[in-house]
């Protein structure tokens, strides 16, 4: 490998060492069936999907129960979007972010958001480096939920919350105007509102 090394995989224990372990969601294997790729499976299974107090994303906490298809959806996805990649209809149903629904392919592990007004982008790599992101704004949550931090230093914390995303998944940062993009903006600028 080069001088740049791709940062460990999270782990449960990691994940333990910021999130109580109630905040911390997994799935049964008996609901698990479409999902076939296996590291999602996986994530699902063991390491668990963080359902923590933020003002940013709320976590299906079904998920635990059922897996809810994105065709389950009050959502015509051919009436709302110009470009809808195969096989979305049958992506699975993870997350609310402000006005935009996220979901997660079965089959390869990607994330994508729905967004409102735009058409469909890719979220992350693979669910396990979304729950890795989760696990970056948590751990760095002490540092930038004080009122009392300042623009300046409020930079500094977003560009290392960034620099840690970008070496975890760096195609998840490849959309400008993405969820990921207005969280780093409203680390910065708590008035910024996406």
């Known amino acids: 490998m080069g001088s740049h090394e791709t940062p460990p995989a999270v782990t ?4 333990e060492a910021v999130f109580e372990p109630g905040e911390l969601l997994t799935s049964p294997d008996g609901i698990l069936g479409p999902v076939t790729d296996a590291d999602a499976r996986e994530v699902l299974r063991t390491l668990g999907l963080p359902v923590w ?4 994303f709320d976590v299906d906490d079904e998920l635990g129960e059922r897996l809810e298809r994105v065709s389950e959806w009050d959502l015509e996805l051919s009436e709302c979007y110009d470009h809808v990649p195969p096989g979305a209809e049958d992506w699975i149903g993870l997350a609310l ?4 629904s996220i979901a997660f392919d079965p089959e390869s592990g990607k994330v994508y958001c729905f967004p409102d007004e735009a058409e469909i982008y890719l979220l992350n790599s693979s669910l396990r480096s979304f729950v890795h992101f989760h696990y970056l704004l948590k751990s760095e949550q002490p540092n930038y939920d004080q009122v009392t931090i300042r623009i300046p230093e409020r930079e500094v914390i977003g560009l ?3 620099e840690a995303m970008a070496e975890a998944d760096p195609a998840a940062l490849e959309t400008p105007e ?3 993009s207005d969280i780093l903006k409203s680390i910065t600028d708590p008035r910024y509102r996406s």
């Open 97 to 100: 972010f402000p006005y935009d």
């Open 53 to 56: 107090d933020n003002p940013w």
């Open 178 to 180: 993405s969820c990921w």
């Open 12 to 15: 449960r224990a990691m994940l």
């Open 160 to 162: 290392r919350v960034r």
